[in-house]
């Protein structure tokens, strides 16, 4: 790397959301589970920590990009689901500090909001584009804050989109969605009173919710659907029920993860799943050395918990965007 990146470029959200837009973050996102495949990776990790209302977690990944670059990203977010209602303060608030992986300078601090917001959101299109069927084309979204927005930006850019069911537990939500989302992506959008209803006319279903319990089952889920879950990033977070996860082939975005934090968690607990009963990891699908959808029948789900592998993929082509732009600020915190 050269001597421009000594010093530490600082990136406001602002700065990153006008950086980082979801079709470069889908291919960023991509890359980097090929990369995972291939062994060009530092091995997520992940660090979590429980506090009245909310919680904390740490995340960590490294890569090494198609020009050589080695970048380390570590992300600390604040995870508060109450703060919007009662405090007027985003749910998500962190950031991200992105290093030169050859020997450790810090390039880099971003908040971590925008690319929480879009790299999760890219992986569940990453995943849709070997999991949902190529003619899907009906999708209900449970959760109409902003990840259901972004969710729903992603999988239109995979996914000939023509119909969305919009559920939320706040009415006034799901009408707010469906109205702005229908003027922007110019498809039908429907807000739904019954989400298992609409989830049986569907062919993609996205959950986003910080529930706590079982929101979807097996007799809710047509055959042939593509279930991305979202919400359950936590081990105490679950939206999908353990009899669902054994009817279906199941992709985990990283499967050790999945198995102390997502929904997989609570379908290992139960019983109902073994982890040799997991179908592949996304990396392994993506690369081709797992196949993904086999059949128009099978229900597919991907459990997304969240993997730092693609906050260092999307903060590094933030990062590199920032220097050929001017973008951000550059400071010493060394000296």
Same mark, same amino acid.
């Given at each position: 790397m050269d001597s421009r990146t000594r010093a530490t470029r600082v990136l406001t959200r602002r700065d990153v959301r006008d950086l980082l837009d979801m079709n470069a973050c889908i291919t960023a996102v991509d890359e980097a589970f090929r990369a995972h495949a291939d062994g060009a990776t530092l091995p997520p990790g992940v660090l979590g920590t429980h506090v009245t209302d909310g919680g904390? +977690? #740490?995340?960590?990944? %490294?890569?090494?990009? $198609?020009r050589g670059r080695a970048y380390f990203a570590m992300k600390i977010n604040a995870n508060f689901p109450g703060n919007p209602a009662r405090r007027g303060l985003p749910t998500i608030q962190g950031v991200i500090s992105l290093h030169d992986a050859t020997d450790g300078a810090l390039l880099a601090l971003m908040d971590s909001m925008e690319i929480t917001t879009l790299r999760t959101a890219a992986a569940t299109a990453v995943a849709a584009r070997h999991l949902a069927r190529t003619d899907a084309h009906a999708l209900t979204v449970i959760g109409c %804050?902003?990840? %259901?927005?972004?969710? !729903?930006l992603a999988l239109?850019? #995979? !996914?000939s989109v023509e119909r969305v069911f919009a559920y939320d537990k706040e009415p006034d939500a799901a009408a707010r969605y469906a109205s702005e989302v229908a003027h922007a992506l110019a498809c039908e959008v429907q807000p739904v009173a019954d989400y298992r209803e609409a989830v049986r006319a569907s062919d993609v279903v996205v959950t986003c919710t910080p529930s706590r319990q079982p929101l979807l089952f097996a007799a809710d889920v047509p055959d042939g659907c593509f279930v991305a879950a979202v919400g359950a990033d936590s081990e105490d977070k679950q939206e999908l029920a353990p009899d669902l996860l054994a009817r279906s082939v199941v992709v985990a975005d990283v499967l050790e993860q999945c198995a102390r934090i997502g929904d997989l968690h609570h379908a290992l607990a139960a019983g109902a799943l073994r982890? &040799? *009963?997991? +179908? $592949? &990891?996304? $990396? *392994?699908v993506v690369s081709g050395r797992r196949p993904g959808r086999r059949s128009a029948t099978e229900i597919t789900v991907f459990d997304s918990t969240g993997t730092a592998l693609e906050d260092v993929a999307a903060a590094a082509l933030v990062y590199e965007r920032a220097l050929d732009t001017g973008a951000g600020i550059d400071m010493r915190l060394g000296e």
């Open positions: 904390f +977690h #740490v995340k960590t990944a %490294g890569l090494r990009d $198609a %804050g902003v990840q %259901g927005r972004s969710q !729903l239109s850019r #995979v !996914l982890r &040799e *009963d997991v +179908h $592949a &990891e996304l $990396a *392994d």
